[in-house]
């Protein structure tokens, strides 16, 4: 059983590693496939190679491993492709941030929609498009992409329809709620009963059934079942006992109180996806919590990613220290890729949730849209179960998001500043914190602060720069640190929080 996989941004280096793990922990697949990498940031693209080949040699694995930061010749041959980029890098995260905290758009993640989402995706898409060719003309001629990167859907929009490859993108927002939603049930059961007590029931995934179906980080679980019983109607009042969750997922219980449906992504997430919870300042820390940055807080993963960068640097050596990873199917991650590889290699069928054209999947949703929504993978493909109708709530919540998504990928394909300035006033919670002329004049500062990334904008960003030259400044929060920010922790106290 041998075939050739390449990694596009390998130096996202634990997570490149982790689908490594997994991929490996298939014994089809230990002993007979490529492997390849390729990152254009040298050192990290090293740092991974001598990582995952010192973890093949500790598991007697026969696997060929190279990598290469000509990224054609990884691509070559390669059946499966799997990006992990971030194009622009922390660099281009930062103004992703910064700019339109100074409009008064507090972001808690800002990779997926909302400002920092839509200009992430004018980088990632013109990359993706760059991949795409190379994948027509020298991958294997029926390769398929799996996408990682956010925002994933803009991305899987534009790979598939402009890319003219095949690709499913990948996320694991369903799998964390699934936890999430065994634990209310189990605390719910249970009354309050500590594991370890008399009588105490254990609940797992395993345990609990769901359909959840939507878009990528609007998923919404439209159907939960423990030993034949509905839980959607009990799932909030669960949700407001839980003695953690009462207080770390405001927004999402929020968004299930008024909608009916409980949403896969994270407080933090989910309110810069939608115009009520981050619009006016002395409200925010009202819906979010700070013991976790995903909970919510200003700039929250940009700190955890720079501080990881600052930890990466000093600590390498360190970890050719420890012990390499097991290839067992027992350490196994829930991410989708290796089972999607297995599904399709060996015929197992694997059950999980991917993101894909909508082909009459859910019928009130756009047909043009990518969709996330469950699927079989086994020896026949990728096959999508059909939905039928979202409920009106959460469709609507959707199509807010697609049309965003839509002018987004366009702008981003044709390099037209007038559909990205578009796609920003449709943005709901730019819209709600902005009028039209701070958005345009904070569109022209994005396209400037980021030119280096945005070739197919060369034009719009001359344009943009003269404006900025030569106009008068609507009057902007320069220095704002946002409602909600933490300082950056030092590589000492990251290390030893874990």
């Known amino acids: 059983m041998a075939f050739k996989i390449a990694f596009i941004g390998a130096g996202s280096i634990g997570f490149t590693r982790l689908l490594v793990r997994d991929i490996l922990a298939v014994p089809e697949f230990c002993d007979t496939i490529e492997i390849a990498f390729t990152d254009t940031t040298a050192r990290n693209l090293e740092m991974v190679t001598r990582l995952v080949k010192r973890d093949i040699e500790a598991n007697k694995s026969r696997v060929k491993l190279w990598s290469s930061p ?31 905290l100074t409009y008064g758009i507090d972001q808690c993640v800002g990779d997926t929609l909302c400002a920092g989402g839509i200009m992430y995706g004018q980088r990632n898409i013109a990359a993706i498009l760059d991949f795409c060719k190379d994948m027509r003309e020298v991958s294997h001629p029926d390769v398929l992409f799996l996408n990682y990167a956010n925002p994933m859907a803009m991305n899987t929009w534009a790979a598939n329809t402009y890319g003219k490859i ?51 980080h609007q998923t919404w679980y439209t159907h939960i079942q423990y030993k034949g019983e ?36 994270s407080n933090g997430h989910l309110s810069e996806y ?42 390498f050596p360190q970890w050719l220290k420890e012990a390499p990873l097991e290839f067992k199917e027992d350490k196994r991650s829930h991410e989708h890729a290796s089972y999607i590889l297995e599904g399709l290699e060996t015929g197992r069928v694997y059950r999980g949730y991917f993101n894909v054209k909508n082909t009459g999947i859910i019928s009130n949703l756009p047909e043009d849209c990518i969709l996330e929504t469950p699927g079989y993978v086994d020896k026949s493909g990728v096959n999508i179960c059909r939905i039928g109708e979202l409920p009106l709530g959460p469709a ?33 919670l730019v819209g709600a914190v ?52 933490q300082r950056m922790r030092t590589v000492a106290e990251v290390k030893k929080a874990g």
């Not at 999402?252 to 992504?265: N, P, V």
């Not at 995903?294 to 600590?315: M, N, P, V």
């Not at 609507?396 to 366009?410: G, H, K, M, P, T």
Request: with cysteine; proline share 5%.
């Open 70 to 100: 000509d990224r054609r010749e990884a691509l070559r041959d390669a059946k499966y492709v799997i990006s992990v980029v971030r194009i622009g890098g922390l660099e281009a995260f930062q103004t992703d941030i910064d700019i339109p």
């Open 166 to 216: 095949r690709t499913i993108g990948l996320c694991h927002g369903v799998q964390n709620g699934h936890d999430m939603i065994a634990s209310i049930i189990q605390n719910s059961i249970n009354k309050g009963k500590k594991p370890k007590s008399k009588g105490f029931i254990p609940v797992g995934k395993k345990d609990v059934d769901i359909i959840c179906t939507g878009i990528n």
């Open 434 to 485: 902005c009028n039209p002329p701070e958005i345009w004049q904070m569109v022209d500062e994005m396209l400037v602060a980021g030119a280096q990334w945005l070739p197919q904008y060369k034009k719009a960003i001359l344009a943009a720069k003269k404006r900025l030259a030569l106009n008068p400044r609507i009057k902007t929060q320069e220095g704002y640190k946002g409602a909600a920010r």
């Open 274 to 315: 939608v115009p009520w919870y981050r619009k006016r300042p002395k409200e925010i820390e009202k819906w979010i919590d700070l013991s976790l940055w995903i909970h919510g807080e200003t700039g929250g993963y940009l700190r955890a990613c720079s501080e990881r960068r600052s930890w990466f640097k000093t600590d």
């Open 396 to 428: 609507a919540v959707c199509n807010a998001s697609i049309s965003v998504q839509r002018l987004a990928v366009e702008a981003a394909v044709h390099g037209d500043d007038m559909l990205l300035r578009q796609a920003m006033m449709m943005d709901p």
């Open 230 to 265: 509905d839980w959607v109607p009990r799932l909030l009042a669960g949700f407001e006992k839980h003695p953690e969750y009462a207080h770390t997922e405001k927004v999402r219980i929020d968004m299930l109180r008024r909608f009916g449906y409980f949403s896969t992504e």
